[in-house]
């Protein structure tokens, strides 16, 4: 499966911004999806996640309450809706996807897209 991430930019802290990631190639809708991010200098993190289905998600700690994950299976589409962004959430998003979910925080997905750029200015 191809992803293809979009909506990153410049913020300000307080502000927001909705993520997006199109799948092609094969059926989106059999795969559990996440969006995980990676800061200069830092190692690979973990954000989201959500299954086939969209019934189950599961996020890291540091943005729980203020993210949501979601999806639209018609449109082959996962969503990130960041709100309250913070300077540390500044990093590259990317989407990926696992065959099955897994009901707890993982970096190792099958499936990769490029990153969308996220600046949150203090």
């Known amino acids: 499966v191809q992803l293809q991430a979009s909506g990153g930019g410049f913020v300000q802290a307080g502000g927001s911004l909705r993520l997006s990631c199109a799948a092609s190639?094969?059926?989106?809708?059999?795969?559990?999806m996440a969006w995980l991010r990676q800061a200069p200098g830092k190692e690979r993190e973990f954000v989201a996640t959500i299954s086939s289905g969209g019934a189950n998600t599961l996020y890291a700690d540091s943005v729980k309450g203020r993210f949501t994950i979601s999806r639209d299976n018609a449109k082959n589409t996962v969503y990130l809706q960041m709100n309250n962004l913070k300077p540390e959430d500044t990093a590259v998003y990317h989407c990926?996807?696992?065959?099955?979910?897994?009901?707890?925080?993982?970096?190792?997905?099958?499936?990769w897209g490029q990153g969308t750029q996220v600046t949150v200015s203090s």
């Open positions: 990926a996807a696992q065959d099955y979910y897994r009901n707890y925080r993982s970096t190792q997905y099958k499936y």
């Open positions: 190639g094969r059926t989106f809708s059999n795969y559990a």
